[in-house]
């Protein structure tokens, strides 16, 4: 949903800083590669440590790299390739899930029971795109549900960011909504292919 409204905004933004790291050649899985270490690096490393305003902070930087290789591979004069959006997508898992696996350190050393809903937000947010390519496999479409990847990183990011600046229940506030959101994301594109595969 917010990913359809605000993407053309800001690629139109970004699209000059990609068309210079072309012109410089950096190519869009270099991209893909530092983006990946270092959100994976950064959450694992403050997360675990409390630090969640600052590691926040660093992660947002790192993540930005997810909206760079995209528009580099679609203006590069190559084209996207498969292997580059394989790649993508693979790294979205991995970086999506070092963040709350940080988190989830974080609560378990805290002795904080929180840390079993970010593992079913986890658990929800590998099943929706898991979803998404075995229905690509039975050539359905299945990219809807009411919170996508966009979504649900903006909860998690905003949610860790300012309870790190003291927010009260912030923190169990945004990983019960992403649960709950997973959930449902999940439940509807079960639906979506079961309709499909009548």
């Keep these: ?110 002795e904080d029971r929180l840390s079993t809903i970010v593992l079913v937000t986890l658990v929800m947010g590998l099943l929706v795109p898991y979803i998404r390519a075995k229905a690509e496999c039975f050539a359905i479409e299945c990219s809807g549900g009411i919170a996508e990847r966009t979504e649900r990183l903006m909860i998690s990011m905003s949610a860790i960011a300012l309870d790190g600046l003291g927010v009260p229940y912030v923190l169990a506030a945004g990983m019960w909504l992403l649960a709950i959101l997973g959930l449902v994301t999940v439940f509807q594109r079960m639906m979506i292919v079961k309709r499909a595969l009548k």
Excluded: E, Q
């Design 1 to 110: 949903m917010i990913s359809s409204i605000f993407k053309p905004a800001v690629t139109s933004f970004i699209t000059p800083v990609a068309r210079f790291a072309l012109r410089i050649g950096i190519t869009p899985n270099a991209v893909s590669w530092v983006g990946a270490i270092g959100v994976t690096v950064s959450s694992l490393y403050f997360y675990p440590r409390g630090d969640f305003f600052l590691g926040s902070a660093v992660v947002f930087v790192f993540a930005l790299s997810d909206l760079f290789d995209g528009t580099m591979a679609r203006i590069s004069k190559s084209g996207a390739s498969r292997w580059g959006g394989f790649l993508d997508s693979t790294i979205d898992r991995i970086t999506d899930s070092a963040i709350l696996i940080g988190i989830t350190i974080y609560l378990i050393d805290a």
